[in-house]
């Protein structure tokens, strides 16, 4: 074998085991982590934000809101996803409007892929 073959192979050996590592390829037994990302809101204090409530009764509640519009105060915006090792992922959008100080509305959205 001469030493240009061996270093072709041996290219084209690393070429497909870079590839491998980058494709959706899922191996048996192989333990993925869950990726969790924004506000973790529970449907517990969800249920307890009333129409009429103050802001701070609801950050009391739920927290800082993860997203507060710079030009429209009266918008509170709570997101959280999580994608479970078994690429299922579930999205919950959380969006709270308020109307001279006090709750007006309550928009809650739960996603599941």
């Known amino acids: ?6 270093v072709k ?16 390829l899922r ?7 869950d ?11 969800v249920s307890q934000v009333k129409i009429g409530m103050e802001p701070r009764q609801v950050r009391y509640l739920l927290g800082t809101p993860l997203i507060r519009d710079t ?13 479970q090792g078994t690429n299922t992922t579930v999205e919950h959008h959380l969006s709270i409007f308020f109307n001279n100080g006090r709750v007006a509305s309550i928009k809650d959205q739960l996603k599941q892929q």
């Open 71 to 83: 030009f429209n105060q009266d918008r509170w915006d709570y997101f959280y996803s999580i994608r």
């Open 1 to 6: 074998m001469r030493k240009n073959d061996f």
């Open 27 to 33: 191996f048996p037994g192989v333990y993925r982590i």
């Open 35 to 45: 990726i969790p990302q924004g506000n973790l809101v529970e449907e517990e204090n």
């Open 9 to 24: 192979i041996a290219s084209i050996i690393v070429t497909i085991t870079a590839l491998t590592a980058c494709s959706a």
